[in-house]
């Protein structure tokens, strides 16, 4: 079984400021692990993903986001927000093989303030 | 670029009506996935195709409801005897063949129902 924690359903930053976002992941095999996004009225974008190479991921937009094991962590940071990143973030994982259907987090909403 | 496309966008119906929804996935992708995402929650798993084979569906499948891929290609997804429960928005995603490492699914923007 896995399952992902997110924590915080609203994180809210001023622009210019660090962006985390939690995600806490329970899975009993090594696990893919993935941050994507959702713009309003649109479907969901992937933002980045890990697959048990490079513990640190860089993704799309100046995202990136860490493997700690140790941890059961996932978190996803961007140095300096932008207004443009507004929108709902979601962690997922998934078991490695098979279908590759991923369990979604219950998402967390970035506020940008100017 | 097309990409993964959804119509309606919107429904509206009355319980107890059925509505269908189809999915176009992009165009070389084999693997076709149905999700349902409530206000608040991720996106929750619905059923999976692999060309025309489905190969996975999830509790949350009623009997109400059924999922085709006829021909491997686009995919319809029909609730019977609509309840207000199943308002949500149904999300539709594709992805290419896997080869032995995850490919990233591309979704669709979704068609949100509203069942009165």
């Known amino acids: 079984a896995q399952s992902v924690t997110q924590l915080g359903s609203h994180v809210s930053v001023s622009e210019g400021a660090l962006v985390l976002l939690r995600c806490n992941y329970s899975s009993s095999v090594p696990p893919y692990l993935f941050w994507y996004v959702q713009y309003p009225n649109q479907g969901l974008q992937l933002l980045l993903k890990y697959t048990s190479a490079a513990t640190l991921v860089k993704g799309i937009n100046g995202f990136e986001a860490e493997f700690k094991k140790s941890e059961t962590s996932f978190h996803l940071t961007k140095p300096s927000a932008h207004m443009s990143d507004a929108a709902e973030y979601f962690c997922?994982?998934?078991?490695?093989?098979?279908?590759?259907?991923?369990?979604f987090g219950r998402g967390t909403s970035l506020i940008v303030h100017p | 670029d097309t990409g993964v496309s959804q119509n309606p966008r919107h429904k509206i119906t009355k319980r107890g009506q059925n509505v269908t929804f189809r999915c176009d996935p992009i165009s070389e992708h084999n693997r076709l996935y149905w999700y349902r995402q409530t206000l608040g929650q991720g996106p929750e798993f619905l059923t999976y195709f692999q060309n025309e084979a489905q190969l996975e569906k999830s509790r949350l499948l009623s009997d109400r409801f059924s999922a085709e891929r006829p021909k491997g290609s686009f995919s319809t997804l029909e609730i019977q005897r609509t309840e207000q429960g199943d308002s949500a928005m149904y999300l539709c995603?594709?992805?290419?063949?896997?080869?032995?490492?995850?490919?990233?699914?591309?979704f669709g923007p979704g068609t949100r129902l509203t069942v009165l």
């Open positions: 995603a594709s992805s290419p063949p896997a080869a032995g490492e995850y490919n990233e699914q591309f």
């Open positions: 997922a994982v998934t078991r490695m093989g098979g279908s590759y259907i991923p369990t």
